[in-house]
């Protein structure tokens, strides 16, 4: 086969996938003895009091899985990832019987086994083993209250301070808290979910379509099959606003102005950085992702992809190859084996030179050697718009202001990535000199009075550098107004590694936002402020 031409579907046909033998160690289920066809969510929100007894906030109803047994033996148990906030109180199993439609589900029994910090095991035994390629359905009646994957905030705690509000967080293994599933990347499945929710509510979920079934209950289904983190559901006073074509967000009446701000910007920067295709996602970890997760996938994975493209010597061709990628592969999870064993396919003349073993660029040296990545991109063709930042920047960090060098670059017309850029830079150089800091703030107000968040986050992270005390209210207001930990964590870092006065404000920042905080949020950053053994 020439070059870049490649027959959809004959890789996947010819060999079997390395993702198909991939462990996942932060999964105590056994996801490859089933496969999950389908899973439906019919749950119930209260909004009462927080803890445990009757009249509690939770949510109440029941999962349904439709599977089908993977064993050549058969299989005498599911196993799924659960946690112990997530209380079970039934079970029931409906098999496939010859001549009938809906059999009976009939009660089975079930029990739990310590898995993690993170997580258990829940465990549902057939009367009988089903057999090799039966499809059996698996009805569980339960109730989640407080926990991690569920996350509950009082009227106070909203913008709106009118209402309660309730969001999931599943990403990285939390929606175990939030329903049992096999909560792997390695499954992916499609969902429906009917919500209840009291008057003058509304829910939300990260579904295809929705439908609003009377005047209390909304109806959702997932037409795409996606991982079990990927499920999301809201449910508070939301109002929503178009924001382009075919897109809308959803937020609180007070906060729909800057939601739809924010989701622009998050565009722009998508569309600004969309080169950044690959990052390796590796299987097998041994603590909990969300310990573990850094920008090293990303930037490291940026160069590798580069590199590939390089090895090509044709963006164009490149380009097709991405293209044929993502529809061999689209609704699948794959390791960076299967990636790679794609491009030496789609690409043999490569593959007969051998590039996979080339001395120092090795791709098994690339994906599981530490260190700085063996080759870097040409990154010169963005000097145009990234190098006026970076003289600007420089111009900044002077003793004497040359104002009117600084005053002759317009950065109006900038995006918001070289805006990005630009503070960063800022930040690499403090603590700039006495007062530079706020002339800074004072020339660009657009920067230092931002609502995006990106640019927040490095105002502060600048303004706590260089000790500007007259902004520290800026950096508490955005740690008020969102708890999000790729925005929150740098920040307390930022403080706690400042003046004392910093500390100060750290230490009571936390102690106001602690409550509305994710309990992972919460754990990290008392880790920066009150480490344990200090």
Excluded at 188 to 216: C, H, Q
Excluded at 262 to 278: H, M, P, R, S
Excluded at 373 to 388: I, Q, T, W
Aim: include cysteine; charged fraction near 20%; glycine fraction near 6%.
């Amino acid at each position: 086969m020439a070059s870049g031409e490649h027959s959809p579907g004959s890789g996947a046909a010819r060999r079997p996938l390395h993702s198909a033998q991939a462990v996942d160690v932060a999964s105590a289920s056994n996801f490859r003895a089933f496969e999950l066809l389908h899973l439906h969510l019919d749950l119930r929100a209260e909004f009462g009091p927080p803890g445990p007894g009757a009249g509690s906030r939770g949510l109440s109803g029941t999962a349904v899985l439709d599977l089908r047994c993977l064993e050549p033996e058969g299989a005498a148990e599911l196993r799924l990832d659960s946690h112990p906030c997530l209380e079970v109180t039934a079970a029931a199993l409906r098999r496939e019987r010859p001549g009938s439609e809906e059999p009976p589900a009939e009660p089975v029994s079930f029990y739990t086994q310590p898995f993690s910090h993170y997580g258990q095991a829940l465990c549902v035994s057939f009367p009988q083993p089903c057999r090799a390629a039966e499809r059996l359905q698996v009805l569980l009646t339960y109730r989640v209250g407080e926990g991690p994957g569920v996350c509950w905030l009082a009227p106070e705690q909203t913008a709106g301070k009118k209402k309660p509000f309730v969001y999931t967080q599943g990403q990285a293994v939390l929606n175990r808290a939030f329903f049992p599933c096999f909560d792997t990347p390695a499954v992916k499945y499609k969902y429906s979910a009917l919500i209840e929710v009291p008057d003058g509510f509304t829910a939300v979920m990260s579904a295809s379509t929705w439908e609003k079934r009377g005047p209390n209950k909304f109806f959702f289904q997932m037409c795409q099959p996606i991982p079990s983190y990927l499920i999301a559901l809201a449910i508070g006073d939301l109002v929503s606003a178009e924001v382009g074509p075919r897109s809308r967000v959803w937020a609180e009446p007070c906060l729909i102005d800057a939601a739809k701000e924010e989701y622009n910007g998050v565009i722009e920067e998508f569309l600004a950085t969309g080169e950044k295709l690959f990052g390796p996602y590796v299987w097998g970890r041994c603590v909990d992702p969300d310990d573990t997760y850094n920008e090293t996938p990303y930037e490291k994975g940026f160069c590798f992809v580069s590199y590939l493209a390089h090895l090509v010597g044709d963006q164009d061709q490149f380009d097709s190859f991405l293209k044929a990628y993502v529809h061999e592969f689209k609704f699948r999870s794959i390791l960076a084996d299967d990636f790679l064993d794609f491009y030496l396919e789609y690409f043999p003349e490569l593959k007969k030179k051998r590039v996979d073993i080339i001395p120092g660029f090795e791709f098994d040296r690339w994906l599981n050697t530490p260190g700085w990545p063996p080759y870097l991109p040409d990154l010169s063709p963005g000097d145009s718009l990234m190098k006026p930042a970076e003289e600007l920047a420089q111009l900044w960090a002077a003793e004497e202001l040359d104002m009117k060098a600084i005053e002759a670059v317009a950065i109006s017309p900038w995006k918001t990535y070289q805006l990005v850029y630009f503070l960063d830079k800022i930040l690499q150089k403090s603590p700039l000199p006495p007062g530079n800091v706020k002339k800074l703030g004072d020339t660009y107000p657009s920067i230092s009075n931002a609502r995006n968040a990106e640019l927040r986050l490095r105002w502060g992270q600048i303004v706590l550098k260089n000790d500007h005390q007259e902004d520290f209210w800026k950096v508490k207001e955005f740690l008020h107004n969102q708890g999000k930990q790729k925005y929150t964590l740098p920040l307390y870092h930022a403080m706690m590694g400042g003046s004392e006065v910093a500390q100060t404000l750290a230490k009571e920042t936390f102690a106001s936002t602690a409550s509305q905080l994710h309990s992972n949020v919460v754990n990290y950053v008392q880790q920066i402020v009150a480490p344990k053994g200090s």
